[in-house]
């Protein structure tokens, strides 16, 4: 693999990507969808953490190995090597209704997420 640290190169590395597994699988359909939805460059600032560069790649690597992570504890403690489709179904019915349900619970202030009281508190050091 190749380690790139520049925004504009990882875009454009993803781009160049994702049009050679459409092409190799004739997807033509599939690459205009995700070129006006995800990889457009206007699109692709508003999703992607690469885009950002407040953003540290190595905290991306973390957050991602997390969630992972997460879901194998979660979810997948029983399979060691689930099947493709039982990894979609556990995704869709599982893991994406659990993430709807602590939206629903932060906009109605019933949750809370574990880093909000030392951020409100380093908000209000930075009032003053």
């Avoid at 990882?10 to 990889?39: A, D, S, T």
């Avoid at 950002?52 to 957050?63: A, C, L, P």
Wanted: hydrophobic share 40%.
């Amino acid at each position: 693999g190749t380690f790139i640290t520049n925004a504009d190169e990882i875009w454009k590395e993803c781009v160049k990507e994702m049009i050679e597994f459409c092409k190799e699988n004739e997807l033509l359909q599939l690459w205009v969808y995700l070129w006006r939805e995800w990889y457009s460059k206007e699109k692709w600032n508003l999703w992607a953490r690469a885009a950002n560069k407040n953003i540290s790649h190595i905290k991306t690597t973390m957050i991602v190995e997390s969630h992972w992570r997460h879901i194998k504890h979660d979810h997948l403690y029983k399979f060691h090597k689930p099947r493709v489709d039982h990894l979609c179904f556990i995704l869709v019915k599982k893991v994406i209704s659990q993430q709807l349900y602590r939206i629903q619970l932060l906009q109605q202030g019933r949750y809370s997420v574990p880093w909000r009281k030392e951020f409100k508190k380093e908000w209000k050091q930075h009032e003053k």
